[in-house]
């Protein structure tokens, strides 16, 4: 039959008794139901939102379409944003159900990368084709003979290894991994985290030890940032302003970032923190981006500003 509505106090305290009872021991066993209240609006409202996103892309792909507002050539790309879109949902249930499925209680961490990994993926290509639809045809064509390919293809790289920095930080929030080593520049004292591979099978330490996930984290943060300041030193002989402007801007927010990181680490990753730290990788794929926009169209300059 249908359970009786309780009420908060009512519900805590039937949650007490089952706390004493050795099969119902799972973790946040001592959430009360205001702590439930919250973790479920959380998750209900990224739900909806998804779903949203998904309304005003139909009601604009299929309004467009349908009074031959489309560019040509742009049918298709629109159509594989909202395919993306509905496998961004589909992932997210993947994700979802690995926390319902034998001795898990969390979702598993690398479905988390998938499913961020996507929401990336989605992100770039939606920057990318605003940047095009930005500019006439006849101007990109243009402009791409005179675009900077040693500049792109570094810049194109660069991108790469910051969609793997992104993967690698899902990890880290899927496990908990940057609250279990909070200091800097050493992990517990040493270079390397202690028992970093101690579970078996071995692989499962790339994904489920906290230690060895945090380290690559910090390993792959070294080194983009170290790629990213040599890509912003090359782009140093770029002969348009406008190009070294927007590397300039990638090279703050790659800094900003790292900072950013280390911080977190060392207040123990609060949510505020981790959630700045999140926005800033948003920010940062974008502006690259963008740099690699412009090295690959560069916008004509003259002595009255850049030309449309």
Same mark, same amino acid.
């Given at each position: ?19 004493? /009872? ?11 139901? +205001?702590?439930?209240?919250? /973790? ?5 409202? &990224? ?34 944003? #909202?395919?993306?879109? #509905?496998? =961004? ?14 001795? %898990? ?6 479905? @988390? ?16 084709? @605003? %940047? ?48 279990? $080593? /909070? ?16 579970? !078996? ?15 690559? &984290?910090?390993?792959?943060?070294? +080194? ?13 002989? !770029? ?10 801007? %990638?090279?703050?927010?790659? $800094?900003? =970032? ?13 949510? &505020? ?23 690959? $169209?560069?916008?004509? %300059? ?7």
């Amino acid at each position: 039959g249908a359970v009786p509505p309780m009420s908060a106090e009512a519900w805590d305290t039937e949650f007490e008794k089952y706390k004493a /009872i050795p099969e119902y021991q799972l973790q946040n066993a001592g959430m009360s139901l +205001a702590e439930f209240k919250y /973790i479920y609006w959380w998750e209900w409202g &990224h739900r909806q939102l998804g779903r949203l996103i998904g309304l005003v892309w139909g009601v604009g792909f299929f309004g467009f379409l349908a009074t031959k507002s489309i560019p040509p050539g742009w049918t298709g790309r629109l159509l594989g944003l #909202g395919a993306l879109g #509905g496998l =961004q949902g589909a992932i997210g249930w993947w994700m979802v159900s690995s926390g319902l499925e034998g001795t %898990m209680l969390d979702v598993a961490s690398y479905r @988390l990368a998938v499913h961020l990994g996507l929401a990336f993926l989605i992100l770039g290509l939606t920057a990318w084709y @605003l %940047m095009l639809l930005g500019r006439s045809e006849r101007d990109l064509l243009q402009a791409r003979r005179s675009g900077e390919t040693r500049l792109v293809g570094l810049t194109t790289g660069l991108l790469a290894a910051a969609g793997a920095q992104v993967l690698l930080g899902a990890l880290v929030a899927g496990i908990d991994a940057g609250r279990s $080593f /909070i200091d800097w520049p050493l992990m517990e004292g040493g270079i390397f985290p202690p028992d970093m591979w101690s579970l !078996s099978p071995v692989w499962r330490n790339l994904f489920e030890n906290a230690g060895l996930v945090q380290f690559n &984290h910090r390993l792959v943060a070294y +080194a983009l940032l170290i790629f990213g300041l040599v890509v912003w030193r090359i782009s140093r002989t !770029s002969p348009n302003l406008l190009t070294k402007r927007a590397f300039d801007w %990638m090279a703050v927010l790659l $800094f900003g =970032q790292v900072v950013l990181g280390i911080v977190t680490v060392l207040n123990a990753t609060p949510l &505020h923190w981790g959630l700045a730290h999140q926005l800033g990788a948003v920010i940062l794929i974008v502006l690259t981006l963008r740099a690699r926009f412009l090295a690959k $169209f560069p916008v004509a %300059m003259s002595i009255r500003g850049p030309q449309a």
